[in-house]
């Protein structure tokens, strides 16, 4: 049965150099995590499912789509859109938002929100992206004691690639870098009798990696399957690390990168 036909002229398949024609569908608007600033075109709606929950994209027009991301329980939740801004034939610029909240669990208390632009250089089928954005966090939580608030807020840095590997596999680079400075609960001039914690800086600033390569396999037009080899590299300044000296001596540093690693698989669906 025939379910999908396109043609493609001589030029663009010089320009393949497999030979091999490659469909452009949705799946190629995004990578593991992140994704580019190319359009979904208009219909083009598609599921990402992965182990920690689902995900769906809807392309309300050629320039601008809405989805929904949550867990298997249903919550946490949040809205996500997209609108491209310029989209040629190897240059494209879109922004970005995520608003959510923790739905159920603490009463919807917690909120979070995402804001971010991203610059695409290249095709569907090979191309590279940068982007930054602003993320915060809010939980009004209670306490025993009294009622508490909480904000945090930090700096997103993404990057992200793809490439075509043979005839139905393509290679993705995931990555973010998030940079937290928050006031340090720790802090006392007074009482500097704690050595292992960081007692001295009135503000910390911890900063995050996480690197996300992966493998992309195209089992049809409208389904594929990733897989990543994520990992997470962590630096926590709250507490500080007694390194001994050759002389017998000791000093302290703060700052020691925690890293782990978070394999991961998901499936993608065009409906």
Avoid: C
């Avoid at 150099?17 to 949705?26: H, K, L, N, S, V």
């Avoid at 995004?30 to 990402?48: D, Q, S, V, W």
């Avoid at 590279?128 to 700096?155: E, Q």
């Amino acid at each position: 049965d025939i379910s999908f036909i396109s043609f493609i002229n001589e030029k663009e398949k010089e320009e393949n150099e497999t030979g091999e024609f490659r469909a452009e569908g949705p799946f190629t608007t995004r990578y593991y995590f992140t994704n580019n600033a190319i359009p979904i075109k208009r219909g083009e709606n598609y599921a990402f499912i992965n182990l920690f929950g689902p995900e769906v994209h809807f392309a309300v027009t050629d320039n601008l789509n809405f989805g929904l991301i949550s867990s298997w329980i249903g919550s946490p939740i949040t809205l996500v859109s997209k609108l491209s801004i310029i989209s040629t034939k190897k240059l494209h610029i879109s922004i970005g938002n995520i608003f959510g909240s923790s739905g159920y669990l603490f009463q919807g208390r917690a909120l979070v929100g995402l804001h971010w632009g991203t610059l695409t250089i290249g095709d569907r089928m090979r191309n590279i992206s940068f982007s930054a954005g602003y993320g915060y966090f809010s939980d009004k939580s209670y306490t025993i004691t009294n009622f508490g608030y909480s904000f945090h807020d930090a700096l997103f840095l993404g990057f992200g690639g793809i490439s075509p590997v043979g005839k139905k596999t393509s290679f993705i680079l995931d990555g973010m870098l998030i940079s937290n400075t928050r006031d340090n609960e720790r802090y006392d001039p007074q009482n500097t009798n704690r050595p292992w914690t960081n007692t001295t800086d009135p503000t910390i600033t911890n900063t995050t990696l996480i690197l996300m390569p992966g493998m992309r396999f195209y089992s049809s037009y409208d389904k594929a399957f990733q897989i990543s080899l994520a990992g997470v590299f962590f630096t926590d300044k709250r507490y500080k690390t007694r390194i001994y000296n050759s002389d017998g001596t000791s000093t302290y540093k703060s700052g020691e990168i925690t890293s782990f690693p978070v394999p991961t698989i998901s499936w993608l669906r065009k409906f």
